[in-house]
Nanobody
């Protein structure tokens, strides 16, 4: 069973940076898709970034040029480097992962495995 544990959230001022981590364990997939999503109070969950096992990446328009998704295969860890943070980035951030065999990869696909989330708060 795949388990995902996020960390790295916190409170920073506008313009600051944070790096989120997602430690994954229990993988049996030969090829997988991983992503970061966020949900602010009163808003729907939205996709932030996704990465395929071949390194292809997808970003929401709102974070392009500011956020970078990456993964360390040796550590089974997914990262989200967030720079130039804005108050609108305030949300609970979740890591998600699944095999890409049937649904491929990207921000619009359905994920079935989720972490517990880590809170990001940006003050103006």
């Amino acid at each position: 069973q795949v388990q995902l544990v996020e960390s790295g959230g916190g409170s920073v001022q506008s313009g600051g940076s944070l790096r989120l981590s997602c430690a994954a364990s229990g993988y049996t997939y030969s090829a997988y898709c991983m992503g970061w999503f966020r949900q602010a109070p009163g808003k729907e969950r939205e996709g932030v970034a996704a990465i395929d096992s071949d390194g292809s990446t997808w970003y929401a328009d709102s974070v392009k040029g500011r956020f970078t998704i990456s993964q360390d295969y040796a550590k089974n860890t997914l990262y989200l480097q967030m720079n130039s943070l804005k108050p609108d980035d305030t949300a609970m951030y979740y890591c998600a992962a699944d095999s890409r065999a049937l649904l491929g990869c990207g921000l619009s696909r359905t994920f079935y495995t989720w972490g517990q989330g880590t809170q990001v708060t940006i003050s103006s």
